[in-house]
């Protein structure tokens, strides 16, 4: 009886909704705004992977979607390029919701790689240029271990073993 009870009860993700909308968002805009200007840093995909570990796919996919649309808002830097950054974001939201947490480091590294194929072949034309995937090559290293640190830091903050 009380290993049923034990099932019934669920237990409280350690982080709200609300709160990883705003670390996708306000992270975004801390490093890629006039402040710092660090291009590639950006906590968007591993925190829509850490939304899905804890609250499913449906709010993953949107913190994905909002958190490059918002932050390109808040930027003016709205273009084509968002619903790219929109649709790589909503990926990794789905892969956290669908993957075991475990691998959750590895999933942002997946994700990023994803976000780096759709955006170089969406930036070149919709072709496969070696010329401009090894010209952004500098920044998509960048953006990979960005995320394996922020991978790393919310996983120590977020997702401890239970």
Do not use: C
């Amino acid at each position: 009886m009380a290993e049923e009870a034990k099932k019934e009860e669920k237990k409280e993700p350690p982080v709200s909704l609300g709160t990883l909308l705003l670390v996708a968002i306000g992270g975004r805009l801390l490093f890629n705004s006039f402040a710092l200007q660090i291009a590639s840093v950006e906590p968007v995909l591993p925190t829509a992977i850490l939304t899905g570990i804890y609250f499913g796919a449906g709010p993953a996919i949107l913190v994905g979607i909002m958190g490059y649309a918002l932050s390109n808002l808040f930027l003016g830097s709205l273009g084509g390029w968002t619903i790219w950054q929109g649709l790589s974001g909503a990926i990794a939201g789905y892969i956290g919701a669908t993957s075991n947490r475990d691998n959750y480091i590895m999933n942002v590294i997946i994700a990023t790689v994803i976000f780096e194929v759709i955006m170089n072949f969406t930036g070149a034309g919709y072709t496969v240029d070696s010329a401009y995937f090894f010209g952004s090559l500098g920044y998509s290293i960048t953006h990979v271990v960005a995320n394996i640190f922020f991978a790393v830091l919310f996983k120590s903050l977020w997702l401890k073993e239970e």
